[in-house]
């Protein structure tokens, strides 16, 4: 089974950037989104951005600051986060999504604190 793996999540100040990576371990045929997502203590997931092949849609709260890419040769996807905020604390999670099945990472913490 194809999995995902994130990397790239830490402890950032306020203001700061990271970039996060999701990667599958295997070849994964047409993905028709790849997305991220995350996971605030206490609050239920939430989209952050998703993109398709032609598109892409970000969080109200994140727009300005974050930008995915995705890199469909190599089966990966990117988040570059700027200006981060404590509010954006959270465990990040990638996803694939195809017709046949969606596949979800294991998730990267991502912790905004002075």
């Known amino acids: 089974q194809v999995q995902l793996v994130e990397s790239g999540g830490g402890l950032v100040q306020p203001g700061g950037s990271l970039t996060l990576s999701c990667a599958a371990s295997g070849s994964i045929f047409n993905i028709i989104t790849m997305g991220w997502y995350r996971r605030a203590p206490g609050k239920k997931r939430e989209l952050v951005a998703i993109a398709s092949d032609r598109l892409t849609n970000y969080a109200d709260a994140v727009k300005g600051r974050f930008a995915i890419s995705r890199d469909n040769a190599k089966n990966m996807v990117y988040l570059q986060m700027n200006s981060l905020k404590p509010e954006d604390t959270a465990i990040y999670y990638c996803?694939?999504?195809?017709?046949?099945?969606?596949?979800w990472g294991q998730g990267t913490q991502v912790t905004v604190s002075s």
């Open positions: 996803n694939f999504y195809t017709r046949s099945y969606d596949y």
